[in-house]
Each structure stands twice: as structure tokens, then as C-alpha cells.
């Protein structure tokens, strides 16, 4: 949603405002597939057709189509003379190459949507269905995910975080005693 669109629904309450949260979750699952299809990775260093792109992902042409609209609206990936490629939004953020690369935190708010599933039972009855911890210990990968994208959001702040931190010019080491990922 551009400023314009944001202004008339949300602020001047022109429109449906809470459209716009339906739509940012339609978006992001958009995202969790094109990332799952591989998408943004196949379209690093080349330009493709719908039709060629479906063949090289070995995927339904029709359904793809419909997945690059959205990709395409949402700014993710461009088309020129029917050859789609990645925009420098993607390039910077959906690159596994790119040292800002945060995908992993697409995968880890997935797995918090999946959590947030009993949100109204752990309102009405106070508890939760199950502690955060069996659930992660339910499958390694559900901790992989979480540290993967707590390291996402770290490469996200890091270079303020670094800006902030005062050094003395002797000072040869820096130790993270956050128990994490260690990224900072």
C-alpha cells in the first residue's frame, strides 16, 4: 500500500482501514511461497518468461502466473518484455548471497502465525495449550527457524547497534554473553 492508499485508509478513514491487514498477510504468504518455490534465488542472475520460469521451477504455469502478480504488485520482482527479475528491494533483502539477506525471518514468523493458531483459546482460558518450549522441542528445526530469524532481525539493527557500542582504542575483542546467535 503506497502513502496515498495509507493516508485515505488509515488516517482519513476514507475507506476500509482494516483491509489493509487482511491484504499485509495475503502479501506475506505470497512471500513464504516465492521463497519456498525458490523464486527469488532462480531470478538472481537470470531473466525469465512466466512460462520459462514455471519450466525451470518445475511448477503449474497458471498458478505461478498468479504468484508473480502478487510478487510483481508487492514490488518484489519486475517485468520487462515479458521477463521477470528481481527488483533492488529483493536483491538486497531476499538474496541468500547478500549480506542483509533476511529470509529466515519470513520463516520464523510463519511459525509464529502457526502459534498464534490458539491465540483465542490462550485468551479465553489464560494458559496456553502448550509452553513455547515443547513446542519448539517438538521438531529441531522450529529452534533452527528461531535463531535463524533472530539472527535475521540482528542483521536488520546490527549496524546501530555497532554504532551505539563504545570502544576504546585498545580494545581488540567484544564478547556477546546474549547466548544467541553471536551475530553482533
Not at 496515498?4 to 511461497?33: C, H, R, T, W
Not at 521477463?83 to 541468500?96: A, D, E, G, Q
Request: net charge positive; charged share 25%; hydrophobic share 40%.
Amino acid at each position: 500500500m503506497n502513502f496515498i492508499e495509507q493516508l485515505g485508509l488509515l488516517y482519513l478513514n476514507k475507506g476500509p482501514g482494516p483491509v489493509y491487514d487482511m491484504l499485509s498477510i495475503l502479501g506475506f504468504k505470497a512471500v513464504i511461497v516465492a521463497l519456498k518455490l525458490n523464486i527469488f534465488e532462480t531470478l538472481d542472475e537470470n531473466t525469465y518468461s512466466d512460462k520459462e520460469l514455471a519450466d525451470v521451477l518445475n511448477v503449474n504455469p497458471d498458478g505461478l502466473s498468479l504468484l508473480l502478480d502478487a510478487l510483481l504488485n508487492l514490488g518484489y520482482i519486475s517485468v520487462k518484455k515479458n521477463k521477470y527479475r528481481n527488483t533492488p528491494m529483493s536483491k538486497s533483502w531476499m538474496l541468500k548471497r547478500s549480506p542483509l539477506c533476511i529470509t529466515d525471518l519470513f520463516f520464523y514468523f510463519e511459525d509464529t502465525f502457526k502459534r498464534w493458531n490458539h491465540l483465542d483459546e490462550t485468551i479465553r482460558l489464560g494458559k496456553q495449550p502448550s509452553s513455547l518450549n515443547k513446542w519448539f522441542d517438538k521438531d529441531e528445526e522450529n529452534w533452527n527457524r528461531y535463531h535463524a530469524g533472530m539472527k535475521s532481525i540482528a542483521k536488520i539493527v546490527s549496524i546501530e547497534v555497532i554504532k551505539k557500542v563504545k570502544f576504546h582504542s585498545n580494545t581488540r575483542k567484544l564478547l556477546d554473553i546474549g547466548g544467541g546467535h553471536g551475530l553482533y
